[in-house]
């Protein structure tokens, strides 16, 4: 009786019983694969901190070139104070003579540690009128906000622009790729000493020759970045104050702006002659098909009526 009514209760429930099958397959996969992940993780996880070091830092040779992982650098660490910065200005000053201004600039330059790159003095208007000075001023970086501050006092300032460009990183992958030519060039010169054969000789010589290229390469090329750093630019213009009795143009006349607008009226009527002259030339072609076209146009017209 008992054995039937088993029976029976597992073919009414027979759907049930697949389901929970099922899931207890799912769950102990489950278990199972969790605690071999979980094995892997451990595995991996406690790797001795000599090799991670080691891997970070130490330089891997192959086929003669050296390499370094340079990701082992953290930006964020740099102090603030060693940051590559390249400021540069541009500041006009209105003043009552730019040239005399420029002449005072000149005097004074030693106490910035600046230099005058370029300077160019230029009449404004006529001749007698105060002149205009625009100049480049290179400026020790350190000094830069003092000079700036000097050329403010010097007059009006008309207006001011002051950019710092951050060249931090630049910096330190051009120094690090010097570097690492450098290292390149030591191992090549011992393969160059232990060269037996002409045809090795000239091998090694021609990998010297090119990274003894670009060492100057990226020599010149952080130099200029140093040279840029240490000296700011400041361009500067003086340009003159206008009284109010000046005419902004004295050399306007009425006689001039009458001829001139007497050859603008000729050379408008010019341009209409040449476009008339060219359309009745090529009538001879556009007109034909004109007509024709309209002629079809007018017959069609006539047959829908």
């Known amino acids: 009786m008992t054995k039937k009514y088993f ?11 697949l389901i929970l099958i099922v899931l207890l397959v799912l769950l102990s ?19 001795p901190q000599s090799a991670i070091t080691e891997g970070a830092i130490t330089p891997q040779a192959s086929k003669n070139k050296i390499s370094f992982d340079q990701n082992s650098v953290d930006n964020s660490t740099i102090q603030t104070e060693d940051r590559k910065i390249i400021k540069t200005a541009n500041i006009t000053i209105q003043v009552k003579d730019g040239e005399e201004s420029y002449n005072n600039l000149k005097q004074n330059l030693d106490k910035f540690g600046a230099f005058i790159d370029h300077a160019e003095i230029s009449e404004t208007y006529y001749e007698g009128h105060p002149k205009q000075a625009s100049l480049t001023v290179r400026v020790e970086s350190d000094k830069f906000e003092d000079f700036m501050k000097y ?6 300032v008309k207006s001011e622009n002051v950019s710092n460009q951050d060249v931090t990183e630049n910096y330190q992958d051009l ?7 450098k ?31 670009d ?11 140093d040279n ?7 361009y500067v213009i003086f340009t003159p104050e206008i009284k109010v009795t000046e005419f902004s143009n004295p050399e306007w006349n009425i006689s001039i702006v009458w001829k001139g607008a007497i050859n603008d009226l000729i ?6 002659a040449t476009i008339g002259i060219r359309i009745f030339v090529y009538g001879a072609i556009w007109f034909p098909i004109v007509f024709i076209a309209f002629l079809i146009w007018r017959k069609r017209k006539s047959k829908n009526k």
Request: aromatic share 12%; hydrophobic share 35%; glycine share 4%.
């Open 267 to 272: 050379g408008a009527l010019q341009s209409l």
């Open 29 to 47: 996969r489950t278990f199972f694969l969790g605690n071999q992940y979980a094995g892997v993780y451990r595995q991996d996880s406690y790797l």
């Open 228 to 234: 840029q750093i240490s000296y700011s630019t400041v």
């Open 151 to 156: 050329l403010k006092e010097s007059g009006y």
């Open 183 to 213: 290292l390149r060039e030591e191992k090549v010169r011992e393969f160059y000493n232990k060269a037996k054969t002409v045809e090795e000789t000239l091998s090694v010589y021609r990998e010297l020759f090119q990274i003894q290229s």
């Open 215 to 225: 060492i100057d390469s990226q020599s010149r090329a952080l130099k200029n970045l």
């Open 175 to 181: 120094d690090a790729q010097l570097t690492n030519l």
């Open 7 to 17: 029976i029976s209760l597992l073919k009414e429930n027979k759907l049930k019983l």
